[in-house]
Structures are given as C-alpha cells and as structure tokens.
C-alpha cells in the first residue's frame, strides 16, 4: 500500500521551546492511524502541520509524493474535525453539512445529493432541519463529521473528536467512526491521549513523547512488544524492574532466574524486565518460587487489583482470583510473558 502523507525531517518550535524534533512518518493510504501520547507531546501539532495550520521551520510535508509545505490549508486534501466541533449555530443540520459545498459554489442538484449521502452515512436521516443546539453532543459530533466528508476528502484529520463525550457515548462513536472509515476507505489520522481508544480503533498506532515518536506498530504490537519502558508504562499498566539478562532466554530478576523468549542481549547484561499486570498467577505461597505478601487489594469490576511486596519489589497483579491483605502469595509467570528491554535510567533494581 502507497504512502500518502509523509513528513520528511520535522522540526517545529515555539518561543524556543522544541514541538516536533526533526519528525519523521510515514502514513499508507486508507489507513487509520492514531497519533497517542500525554499532553504536550506534539501530536496536535503533527496533525495541524499535515492540515497546514503550522508552519514548520525545517523539513518537507508530502501528500501522494509530492510536497505541499508551502501549500494554504484550504487548498490541501485534507479536513479536520477538532474536539470542539465549530458548527455554525444559526444554521440547521443541513445547512452546516452544506457550507463547505456552497463556498466552493457547488451546484445545488449536487449539494442535496451529497448532503443526504452524509446524513445517510452518520445515520442522521430525518435530521435536516434540526437546529444544531437542540442536537445531543453525540448528534453534533456526527454533523461535523459529515461537514468534514461532504468534499470527499483523502484525508480526514480528528483531534481528540470524542473527548467531550460521556464514557457511554464515547465507546459507541469509536465503533461509528470505524465503520465509517472503512465505509468511505479513506485515511483517518487520530488524535488521543486515551489508551483504550487507540488499541480499540487503530490499524497503526504512533507512540510520541517529547516531539519524539517513542514507537510504532500494530495495537498489539504496541502492546505486547514494547520499545521501552516509557512505552509499557503509557501503553496499559505494566510491572517494570531493572534484571540482568544471563544469556539467550534466560533472566535474572528478584533473585531469581526465569526463563524467557528473548534473545541478543548479550550475556550478563544489565536490563529491564516489563510483566503485565494480567500476566501473573496467583499460587498458593508453597507453591513457588517467587512469593510476596498482599497488601491491598481493589475491586475493579472485572478483576481485581491486589499491590504485592515481594522481598524486592512492589507488584500489581490483576486477577479474578481475590486474597486478603496479609495473605502470602506465589506469582507464576511463563516465559511468554517476560518482555526484556534495553536498560533505561531511573528503572527500579
């Protein structure tokens, strides 16, 4: 699949202070990638560099291979639903779906074809008189949507779209702004700071912190294969400690040797070792190596959430299975389930 947005070398600052730092990505055609990563980390600022709202200092942004960095923002193939959705409150439904069409001087025949198109497609059918401040947050989120598809864009850029909305509301639009993704099989390029939102929704998710893309990769790769210990922490929860990797497969960490599935590390290296959280059995304590007494434990609804001290280390274990504070535990855990990275700074050992 061909690359349709790429943005070569990046560099973006503000008053001296580095947004982007010589960023790099590549972005396939009829994809739904989702830029993830805290407050500040420049995500918004890649999105409004590709919709041309900013102008970078160094580097080249590509649309089809070709460079469009100097190219106005409303000359490029590209539209944009922001968090606050900008409808125009004295117009009705049909009318804010419509503008972008009149402005462009659109013939009227071709407006109504298109605008029943996207209402049919947000599934607001029957809403085309309704004044957008009567609309539910969910309803006015769809009405931008559509305003953004009307001109049949390549690209549609979401910042943050559902953070207004309930938890409720939010799940089921993340399943609507699928379907119509691969509906239209257009590129999609998201914009969150929720986890659950990027694995649940994205074909491609890009980790950043600092300017910087820390990863990218599948949802399950971003997950189950961390780059390193800031990736495992944002990503999900996870236990990391500082170990020392004694050959090919094997690990030591807690005083123990654990075998393990990784390998080319070198021999008697200095590492980190990441263990989900939902990855340790729960043993009775005669029956392991590795033991730890309970300390507190929360109900989460699905699971629960238990804090064991072990002799080196404070552990978070999610299980159906419920122990007492007090209790003493053994934690099993296979070699599947034992991700080594490279040593960081500041890991616990």
């Known amino acids: ?98 503008f972008g069409l009149r402005i462009s001087k659109t013939p009227e025949e071709e407006i ?18 309704r004044n957008v401040s009567s609309l539910s947050g969910g309803q006015q989120q769809r009405v931008a949507i559509a305003r953004a598809l009307v001109n049949n864009p390549k690209v549609l850029l979401l910042d943050e779209p559902l953070g207004a909305l ?9 399943n609507e702004l699928l379907r119509i993704q691969r509906q ?30 820390q990863q990218i990769g599948t949802p399950e790769d971003i997950y189950n294969e961390p780059a390193n210990p800031f990736v495992a922490d944002f990503i999900g929860e996870s236990n990391i400690f500082g170990g020392k990797m004694i050959r090919d497969y094997l690990v030591e960490f807690e005083g123990i040797e654990f075998p393990c599935v990784d390998a080319g590390f070198g021999e008697n290296v ?47 274990i999610h299980s159906i299975k419920c122990r007492e504070p007090g209790d003493k535990i053994a934690m099993k855990i296979i070699p599947e389930y034992i991700h080594i990275m490279k040593k960081e700074a500041g890991t616990v050992n």
């Open 112 to 129: 109504e074809k298109r605008v029943k198109e996207m209402l049919a497609l947000v599934n607001l059918k029957g809403y085309e008189k």
């Open 270 to 316: 200095a590492v980190d070792v990441v263990v989900r959280p939902e990855d340790i059995e729960i043993l009775d304590a005669q029956d392991g190596m590795l033991c730890g007494t309970v300390e507190t434990v929360t109900f989460k609804g699905v699971h629960y959430e238990m804090m064991v001290r072990s002799d080196r280390f404070l552990w978070k």
């Open 1 to 98: 699949m061909k690359n349709i947005i790429e943005l070569k070398d990046i560099h973006v600052s503000f008053d001296g202070e580095v947004i982007l730092d010589h960023f790099n990505l590549a972005i396939k055609d009829k994809e739904f990638v989702t830029l993830l990563g805290p407050s500040g980390c420049g995500k918004t600022t890649t999105l409004r560099t590709i919709a041309g709202f900013v102008q970078p200092q160094e580097g080249r942004v590509l649309f089809e291979g070709q460079d469009i960095s100097k190219l106005p923002a409303h000359k490029r193939q590209v539209n944009t639903v922001f968090q606050r959705y900008a409808l125009f409150p004295h117009y009705n439904v049909y009318e804010n779906i419509a």
């Open 166 to 174: 309930d938890l409720k509301l939010r799940k089921g639009m993340q």
């Open 184 to 213: 239209m099989g257009i590129t999609f390029i998201y914009v969150t700071h929720d986890q659950e939102e990027a694995l649940t929704m994205s074909d491609t998710v890009v980790v950043m912190k600092d300017g910087l893309i």
